[in-house]
C-alpha cells in the first residue's frame, strides 16, 4: 500500500490547528461588538477540521469527531431561531437582544450579550455547512 | 409593536428546522409535518382575523425603529394571502405522503416544503425592500432544493434553467434595489414611497420602476419572460408543482401590485399601459402554449401565464374594481392551480402517463376524479357561479369603465380556450368505453382525494360564497389605492 510521507505536514498541522481553532473561539467571541462574528469563527473552525482532515484522513477523524455535521445545521439554525423567540418572553420585538456587566472569577468584568447566543448558532451552521460541503465534495469519486 | 405579525413568519422556520432532524424518521415527519402546518394555519387565521377587525399590525424587528429597521407589515392583503398560502400548505402536506416516494421524504422534503411557507409568508408581509429581496432567496433557495428532489436526470436538466433563470433575476433584483437606494437614500418600502411622492416620480424613478417590473415578470413568468416556467414545473413531484404553480409566480404578481399600488404610482400614464399590454400578449400566448400541447401537466403549467395575465390586467387598468378583481382572481388562482395540479398529479399516477393520446375512458374507473377535474374546469374558466367568474367580472368591468375594448375582448376569447385547453383532458382522458380486452389494474387513490376535495371546497366557496368575501376584497383595493394609509401604519404610530 502506498503510504505518503506527510510527517511534516502532520506536525505543522497539529501547531496550526491549535492556533486556528483558539483564534476562531477569538473571532466568535468578539464578534457582537468588535470585528469577528459566528460566521468566520465557524469558517476557521471548518479550515482547521478541513486541514486534520487533509492530514489524517477520512477514517481516523470519523473517530476523532463523531459528530454528524448535518445535524449540526439543524441544531445551529434552531438556537439562532430560539434566541429571536426568547424576546417574546421579555414582551420585546423578535430578535431584540440586551446585554449586562458581569463579574467573574479570574477573569474580571465581561460583557455578556444574548446577541452572543445567536452568534453562536451562527457559527454552528456556518461550521455544519463547511463541511458538508467540502466532505461530499471529497468523498465524491 | 406586536409580535404576531412575524409568527407565519417564523413558526413555519422553526418548524422547518426540527423536521430537519427528524428526517430520517419518516412516520414522525409525515405526522408532524401534518400537525404543524394545521398549527400554523390557525395562527395565522387568528392573526387574519385580528388584521381585518383592528387594523394593521407592524412589527419593527430587534425594537429599531421603522425608518432604519425592518418592519414586518402585516395588512389585510398581505394576511388575506399569507392565509391562502397556509391554506394550500395544509393540503399539500396531506397529499405529500401519498405522492412522494420515502426517498424523497428522507432527503429533506418537509424540511424544504415548510422552508417554502416561511419564505413566501416573508416575501407577503415584509415592509422592506431589501429584506423582499432575502425572502425571495429564501423561497428560491428552497424551490431549488425542491425541484431537484428525486435526481431524473429531466430535473437536473430543467433545474439548471430554473437556478440561473432565478439567479440572473435576483442579481438584478438587488441592483434595482441599489439604484433605488441611490436615489431615494432609503429601503423601507414606506418611506421610499413617501420619497417618490416628493420628488414626484422624475424619469430615473420611472426607469427604476421599469427595471423591477422585469425582475418581478420574470418571478411571475410574464410574456415574453415565461419561457423557462412551463417545463421546469412539471418535472417535479406533483405536490412540488402544485406548490411552485400556487405560491410561487403569485409571489412576483403580488411584488408588482404593491411596488406599483404603493410606491411607484405617480407615472401611470407612462408604466400602467405598458402592464396591459403585456397582460394582452401574456393571455394570448399561454392559451396558445396551453392548447397546442397534449402533455396533462403542461397544459396546466401554461394555464398560469394567462392567469398572471389577467392579474396584471388588473394592475394595469388600476381603479377600484379592476383592483378588487386582481385580488380577487389572485386567491381564487392560488387555490384553483394547487387544485388542477394535484388531480393532474393523480391522473398521470392513474393512467401511467402524462400523454393524453394514451388515455381513455377513465371516468370508468375514477368517477370522483373525473367530477373534480370537471368542476375545477369550470371554477378555472370562470363559469358562473364560481370563484373565476367573479373575479373576471370585476376585471372586465374595470376595464371597460376605462374603454380597454380590446383586452376585454382578448379577455373574454381566452377564458374561452381556457375551459377548451382543460376540458381536452376531461374529453380525451375521461370519456371512452371501458376497455374489456385487458384487465385494467386499478390503482388506488385513497389519501389523493381528501386534500384535493379540502381545497376546492374553499375555491367554490369563494364563488358562492362572493357575498361574504366580496366585501373585505373591496376594501383591500379601496386600501391599496390610498398609500397613505400603508405608509401612516410604518412611519407614524
Sequence with gaps: MYKPNNLILRTTTSLIAFIL????????????????????????????????????????????????????????????????????????????????????????????ATAMLFDIGVYLTVLGVTITIILSIANDQ | MSNLAVLPIILPLLFGIILALTHNRIPLSRFLTKTFTIINLGVVSYITFRVFNQGTITLETGGWEAPY??????????MLLVLTTNIIAVACAFYAPHSLSERQEKYYFYPFFLLLITGVSGAFLTGDLFNLFVFFEVLLMASYGLIVLGGDKVQLRESIKYVIINLFSSMLFVTAVAFLYSVVGTINMAQIAERVQEVEQQGILTTIAILFFFVFATKAALFPLYYWMPKSYIVPNPVVSALFGALLTKVGIYSILRMFSLIFIHNIDFTHPLFIWIAGLSLIFGVIGSISTNNVKLIVAYNIIPAVGF?????????????????????????????????????????????????????????????????SAFVLAGIPPFSGFIGKLLLLKGALSVDEVIIVLIALISSLLILYSIMKIFINGFWGEKQESDNIKLKSTKGFMGPIVFLLEFSVMLGIGAEFVYPPIASISEYLLNPELYIDSVLKE
Design chain 2, 311 to 375: 392579474l396584471i390586467m388588473g394592475i394595469g387598468v388600476f381603479n377600484e374594481d379592476a383592483l378588487s378583481g386582481t385580488i380577487y382572481y389572485l386567491v381564487h388562482d392560488m387555490f384553483i392551480k394547487a387544485v388542477l395540479f394535484l388531480i393532474v398529479g393523480v391522473i398521470v399516477y392513474v393512467a401511467g402517463t402524462s400523454d393524453l393520446r394514451k388515455m381513455n375512458g377513465l371516468i370508468n374507473y375514477y368517477p370522483l376524479l373525473g367530477w373534480l377535474l370537471f368542476i
Design chain 2, 69 to 78: 429597521g425592518i418592519v414586518i407589515v402585516a395588512d389585510s392583503l398581505a
Design chain 1, 21 to 112: 481553532l483558539g483564534f476562531a473561539v477569538y473571532l466568535l467571541f468578539a464578534g457582537h461588538n468588535a470585528p469577528g462574528g459566528g460566521f468566520v469563527g465557524g469558517l476557521m473552525t471548518a479550515a482547521a477540521i478541513v486541514l486534520m482532515y487533509i492530514s489524517y484522513g477520512t477514517e481516523v477523524m470519523k473517530k476523532i469527531l463523531p459528530i454528524n455535521f448535518r445535524t449540526l445545521i439543524s441544531i445551529g439554525l434552531l438556537v439562532a431561531v430560539l434566541t429571536g423567540f426568547g424576546a417574546f418572553l421579555f414582551q420585546q420585538p423578535f430578535l431584540a437582544h440586551t446585554y449586562d456587566y458581569f463579574m467573574f472569577p479570574f477573569f474580571g468584568e465581561i460583557e455578556l
